[in-house]
């Protein structure tokens, strides 16, 4: 081979070896060369964009947030209910807050407040990512950037709200000095309890001028800032006070570590409880009260309460301005009318709540919560810091109902199904002994369901509850509308009602029954409209969460409780069931009832004149104790009677799984007839006190479980759905003796 032939073999060996090695298919457009190049031009495209939108962003004017509007709340007629006032904001400079009360804002928000530039590009970038991808809210900005995003900004979560927010904050930062953007940021923000800015703040929690606050004080309210309606003290569940008093831990502990407070003097801080809150001048009476309970679920349809206390807002109620006035009436008429609450300090420990709702609509129509928003600021209509009692036994008998449950000896269990109405009577088939006392440690015998609900028979409640399941009755009862908590463990104890509720949360319950069975959530909003947004309301009315026929069986049940049992004193010109209740102590005694157009959830407290805790109720309206048959009941009986109108015409259209049968009247055990009980001529009776044997725990200081209460004198008349009354209780209703220690509980 000569040399040029050579030359040529090498040549073309070489073209193929390269050809060979040259990327194929998509890998020749994303070679390391390329893909960095792409990169380097789009940082350059994205640094050119961000310098010409820079350039044209001017730093605005104060928004419309920072000016504030008022909102317009409107009964269900469209008369006005009330206007919200001037908003509660004092701007003050920043020489004027405690030095240490200024870096605990910083050391709550933005450690490196004073060496950054103004933002924050990880939390930015995190905010971004989550708001194109809906998950809503992220924290990470600076203080500057919540400063420029509530003084020049909205609260929109777009996109191009965070990039203006990135941009004037950085022309922010340039132009005004670090006490100047961390004056502004304290003095704009929003700390819950209709207050803007700290010396509002400062008035609303302690009662005292920003000047005057303490380190603690300060470290809270600048906790408060992350979410000030779940860190308010006053209603902050559980676990808003376990996050908030972390967060003010944490605030302390940046303090230390940033070398702005003494470590020594960390360790002798203890946290500082913020006084009870005060409803804002304008929320006299009832107002107050409607207002709150507005904004609240406006709050849990998804709009903060920030933007609600922005003002812009024209919220029409669903209470009905007549029916809310009636409720008002029969409350001052049946109970305030006998209470002298300045002259004797017990009466003056009585609060009242109520909550009525349309069953078909799950409209509130009316609502009572307190002397007046301005006395008296908790609402006692959705406060949740007392037991329902015996008014969560109804929920007990739907739950074996639904489940076609069966008593211990296979029975089924039904309206006439016979039960041991023994009192201290310990119960079968649980793990957890439970042996109540019924009222005034009364022995019935053998009864029937039907007459157990009537007169409340707590030994009979216990063993049922054990038969169904405390599992499957908290389910049930969840269904139909309670709320979970954690006083709420699955023991036979729960049959008494021991866990917590308000009269919202049973109305709800009630009126599920009362809507055969479909789930109602009460609302209280008709429509809320804005400017700039129109929220989607919930449907108040869910899906089919127990049977109807489980459902009308109840209401059939309580309809005879009204007729014959403790809830007499409801009888009326209409069709009614319901219920009565007392809790252990006699801290509270309810009423919960419905016609057929109407529910209504009525509830006494007794609570102690600071608001600190709870106090009996006996020997305040009247001697002895208060009875969910007595004052609630009447209240129910004379707001009733006034609200329904032409729907007292209303008849109950119940597909009842088997009617109760009449039965005898069940002689009194020889301790009844030998000592009578001194109050048997008094009220309607209610709930006993249970007593149990060991290991059913106590309940806790804060956490009030059933007592007993009026004896009720037993009627002689008989249901009217009637044959003969079973004669063979089932094995769950054996008789026995009650056991040893148990005590009888007021």
Do not use: C
Not at 12 to 37: C, D, E, Y
Not at 328 to 350: C, F, I, P, S
Not at 435 to 453: I, L, S
């Amino acid at each position: 081979m000569g040399r040029a032939e050579a030359r040529r073999a090498r040549e073309t060996g070489a073209r193929q070896s390269r050809r060979a090695a040259a990327p194929r298919g998509i890998r020749r457009f994303f070679t390391w060369k390329k893909v960095l190049g792409t990169f380097l031009g789009l940082v350059v495209i994205l640094a050119g964009a961000f310098f010409v939108v820079y350039l044209l962003v001017p730093v605005p004017t104060a928004n419309a947030h920072a000016e504030m509007q008022s909102n317009v709340y409107k009964y269900s007629d469209g008369k006005i209910l009330t206007r919200t006032g001037k908003v509660n904001r004092e701007i003050i400079g920043l020489e004027k807050i405690p030095e240490d009360v200024r870096y605990t804002f910083v050391a709550a928000e933005n450690k490196s407040f004073y060496k950054d530039h103004g933002i924050d590009l990880k939390g930015t970038t995190r905010g971004l990512v989550s708001t194109v991808t809906g998950r809503g809210k992220q924290g990470g900005s600076t203080i500057t950037q919540q400063y420029v995003k509530n003084y020049y900004l909205d609260q929109d979560q777009t996109v191009t709200r965070k990039l203006k927010e990135l941009v004037i904050s950085l022309k922010v930062d340039q132009k005004r000095s670090k006490d100047e953007i961390l004056a502004g940021y304290i003095n704009t923000s929003y700390y819950g309890r209709g207050a803007y800015g700290i010396q509002a703040a400062a008035q609303a929690y302690y009662g005292v001028d920003a000047g005057k606050l303490t380190l603690a004080q300060g470290a809270y309210l600048a906790a408060l800032l992350q979410a000030p309606s779940q860190y308010d003290w006053a209603v902050a569940s559980d676990t808003g006070k376990k996050l908030v008093s972390e967060r003010w831990r944490y605030t302390l502990n940046n303090m230390v570590e940033e070398g702005w407070l003494d470590a020594a003097e960390r360790d002798r801080l203890t946290f500082p409880v913020p006084k009870a809150p005060k409803a804002a001048p304008g929320m006299e009476g009832q107002t107050g009260y409607l207002v709150e309970a507005a904004n609240a679920e406006l709050a849990r349809q998804g709009v903060s309460e920030e933007d609600i206390k922005a003002g812009g807002w024209t919220i029409t109620l669903t209470v009905d301005s007549k029916r809310q006035k009636a409720l008002e009436k029969a409350v001052q008429k049946e109970l305030e009318a006998k209470l002298d609450r300045k002259g004797d300090k017990k009466d003056a420990t009585v609060q009242a709540g109520a909550t009525s709702v349309d069953p078909e609509t799950g409209a509130v129509v009316a609502l009572y919560g307190g002397v007046g928003a301005t006395e008296h600021w908790l609402s006692n209509a959705t406060r949740r810091d007392y037991t329902p009692a015996s008014t969560f036994k109804p929920v007990v008998l739907a739950s074996a109902l639904e489940n076609e449950s069966k008593t211990q000896d296979e029975q089924p269990i039904g309206l006439n199904t016979m039960y041991d109405g023994t009192s201290k009577r310990p119960v079968e088939g649980s793990d957890t002994p439970f042996n109540p006392e019924n009222e005034d440690d009364r022995d019935w015998g053998p009864v029937t369901v039907q007459k157990a609900t009537n007169s409340s028979i707590n030994s009979v409640y216990a063993q049922m509850i054990v038969d169904v399941g405390p599992d499957k009755t908290k389910r049930t009862a969840l269904d139909l509308g309670m709320r979970d908590g954690k006083d709420w463990p699955e023991r036979p104890a729960m049959s008494l009602g021991t866990m917590h509720a308000s009269t919202w949360d049973m109305a709800g319950v009630y009126a599920t029954l009362d809507n055969h069975g479909k789930k109602v959530t009460p609302t209280i909003l008709k429509s809320a409209k804005h400017q700039l947004r129109k929220p989607d309301l919930a449907d108040p009315i869910g899906r089919q969460v127990v049977s109807r026929g489980t459902a009308d069986t109840v209401t059939s049940a309580m309809e005879d409780v009204v007729r014959n049992g403790s809830g007499r004193n409801a009888q009326g010109n209409y069709d009614a069931a319901g219920k009565t209740g007392t809790a252990e102590n006699n801290f509270a005694a309810w009423f919960v009832g419905y016609t057929p157009k109407l529910v209504t959830a009525v509830a006494l407290f007794g609570e102690k004149q600071d608001g600190t805790g709870r106090v009996t109720l006996t020997d305040t309206i009247s001697p002895g104790r208060t009875g969910g048959g007595g004052f609630p009941a009447r209240i129910w009986q004379e707001y009733t009677a006034k609200a329904l109108g032409q729907d007292a015409d209303a008849r109950f259209d119940l597909e009842v799984k088997e009617p109760a049968r009449s039965e005898p009247e069940p002689e009194p055990s020889p301790s009844q007839e030998s000592s009578p009980s001194p109050s048997e001529s008094a009220e309607p009776s209610d709930e006993p006190s249970p007593s149990r044997s060991e290991p059913e725990p106590e309940p806790s200081s804060d956490e009030p479980s059933p007592s007993r209460s009026e004896v009720e004198p037993e009627p002689s008349t008989s249901s009217s759905r009637s044959t003969e009354p079973n004669p063979r209780p089932s094995r769950s209703g054996r008789p026995t003796q009650g056991s040893e220690g148990s005590s009888s509980r007021e």
